[in-house]
């Protein structure tokens, strides 16, 4: 059974940083593209950012420049270094992997969710 488990949320003011873990565990033959989104009381879920299992990234317009996103595919974990947080970053950020159990497809995995507020 796969389990993703995030760590590193919390509380921080304006224009300090967090970075955020998610490790995936159980039967896991490979994982492809791992990312993070984040929703926000009364918002829609939003990509933050994504790689693909060979390091390619993606991330959305609001956090170019200030959001890195890594993986380290040795412990099946991805993380989110977040700099110079804004007010507007407040919100539950979940991690999503696609990963392939032995024998199986690939199926998408959602982590529960880690809670980032930023003070102004």
């Known amino acids: 059974q796969v389990q993703l488990v995030e760590s590193g949320g919390g509380l921080v003011q304006a224009g300090g940083s967090l970075r955020l873990s998610c490790a995936a565990s159980?039967?896991?033959?490979?994982?492809?593209?791992m990312a993070w989104y984040r929703q926000a009381p009364g918002k829609q879920r939003e990509l933050v950012a994504a790689?693909?299992?060979?390091?390619?990234?993606d991330y959305a317009d609001s956090v170019k420049g200030r959001f890195t996103i890594s993986r380290d595919n040795a412990k099946n974990t991805v993380y989110l270094q977040m700099n110079s947080l804004k007010p507007e970053d407040t919100a539950v950020y979940c991690c999503?992997?696609?990963?392939?159990?032995?024998?199986?497809?690939?199926?998408?995995?959602w982590g529960q969710g880690t809670q980032v507020t930023v003070s102004s």
């Open positions: 999503k992997a696609d990963i392939r159990e032995r024998g199986t497809r690939f199926l998408d995995y």
């Open positions: 790689i693909t299992s060979g390091g390619s990234t």
């Open positions: 159980g039967s896991i033959f490979s994982i492809n593209t």
